[in-house]
């Protein structure tokens, strides 16, 4: 079986056509002149054997068309010129542990994030996109995204997936006479002519922002460089007398990657709900995806109720901030603040007199229905004979089967 096995490997690497890549090819090994023999993969993988100098070489590339012989060149110029002797070399392990630090410095990720043009143009860190120029923005794109150069003129931004799927977001002036609705079917799915062919609107639909703002997702089906077939996800929106565009490019399962286009927001939250990192003045909770702001100045510690998830009061105690969430039950969202003074009766003894102020639907900054409600109170600053009086604003919003 040995024998047999041999022979396979000796008459696949002899070369028995003439090739492309490199001179000859056979049985799935490419041949060089020098009697080199790989395997090639995409972008730039590539197995080598040297039988001259008994050394296999194993790369793991992530190369455009332009680069693809890097690690062949590599090989010749470095790595076989280094190679001294067929035996191996003795066991060092000083430098065997350097090599190995160096190996996984180059394995993690770097805790910088990635800007084009200026930071204030946009800076992606921590699968967060996030414009400070005017018109601002922010949107979510899947961890391991890669940083790309941008292509064109407008073009403020460009990543690919770790499948290869790229996205990128512009900022353009807004095209004269030209609506928001026409804006994919009619410039972004021309401009594709540039650089495909085959070019079909197959979708054009008004969407709603997470910040509230009016968009357009367009889908657009074509031929990148007149051979591959992509399907092109536009999100467009206009602001600041700016229009700004987010697209993605999958070759398959297109909906896969339509968050990233749809997680635009002009407001500071993401698709997920909430910015990716408290810092002072910003409240985050990710396990129920919501954000808080309230004045830097004030300073976190333990409020009256226990169950407080988070709790923040300024420098002199009032006024001070609560977040709570808690199971909605069968519960209207209209019943809370009658629901509320009662509640608040029973858990305090040393309050009096609750009453509600006033009450009123609104529309929180990401588009969720909330209310909005005033609870007037008396609450004892000695248990029992001094008062104070209080005002309560809250703010309720219903999230899946929870009240935030």
């Known amino acids: 079986m040995y024998k047999k096995c041999y022979v396979g490997v000796d008459e696949s690497t002899r070369g028995y056509i003439d090739a492309t890549l490199f ?3 056979r049985y799935q090994w490419w041949i060089d002149g020098d009697g080199i023999y790989m395997a090639v993969g995409y972008k730039g993988q590539f197995i080598f054997v040297v039988p001259e100098k008994e050394i296999v070489v194993v790369f793991t590339s992530d190369l455009s068309n332009n680069n693809f012989y890097i690690p062949k060149n590599l090989l010749d110029n470095y790595i076989i010129p280094a190679t001294t002797e067929s ?3 003795p066991p060092d392990s000083e430098e065997t542990a350097r090599l190995d630090n160096l ?3 180059v394995a993690t990720a770097s805790t910088d994030g990635f800007v084009w043009l200026s930071k204030e143009e946009g800076e992606a860190k921590d699968g967060v996109f996030k414009r400070t120029q005017s018109p601002k923005f922010i949107f979510e794109y899947p961890a391991g995204s890669k940083k790309l150069s941008t292509n064109s003129p407008d073009q403020i931004m460009r990543m690919k997936t770790l499948g290869d799927v790229h996205f990128s977001a512009a900022v353009s002036d807004i095209p004269k006479n030209i609506s928001l609705e026409d804006f994919g079917p009619k410039v972004y799915a021309s401009a594709l002519k ?4 085959n070019i079909k609107v197959i979708a054009n639909n008004s969407i709603t922002l997470r910040c509230g703002t009016k968009a357009y997702r367009t889908d657009i089906k074509w031929l ?3 051979q591959l077939e992509l399907t092109t996800l536009v999100v ?3 602001k600041d007398n700016k229009c700004v565009f987010l697209a993605t490019h999958p070759m398959l399962n297109a909906e896969k990657f339509a968050p990233i286009v749809e997680s635009l927001s002009f407001k500071q939250i993401t698709a997920s709900g909430a910015l990716p990192i408290s810092e002072p003045g910003l409240y985050v909770n990710k396990e129920y995806n919501f954000s808080a702001t309230y004045p830097e100045a004030w300073q976190e510690g333990a409020g009256a109720n226990p169950a407080a998830l988070f709790f923040v009061r300024a ?5 001070n901030l609560g977040v709570y969430v808690f199971p909605s039950g069968a519960v209207k969202l209209e019943d809370l603040p009658i629901r509320t003074t009662k509640l608040w009766a029973n858990m305090y003894p040393h309050t009096k007199d609750h009453k509600v102020l006033s009450e009123r639907k609104i529309t929180l900054d990401c588009g969720t229905p909330a209310i909005e409600f005033v609870i007037d109170w008396n609450w004892s600053i000695d248990s029992g ?3 104070i009086n209080i005002q309560t604003v809250c703010v309720v919003a219903k999230k899946n089967e929870n009240f935030v």
Do not use: C, E, T
């Not at 540039?194 to 062919?197: P, T």
């Not at 420098?315 to 006024?319: E, I, K, V």
């Open 103 to 105: 190996a996984k410095s």
């Open 224 to 226: 990148w460089n007149n």
């Open 87 to 89: 035996k191996s070399l």
């Open 315 to 319: 420098p002199s105690n009032l006024p």
């Open 194 to 197: 540039n650089v495909g062919s």
């Open 385 to 387: 004979s001094q008062f």
């Open 236 to 238: 467009s929106s206009y």
């Open 23 to 25: 001179d000859r090819y």
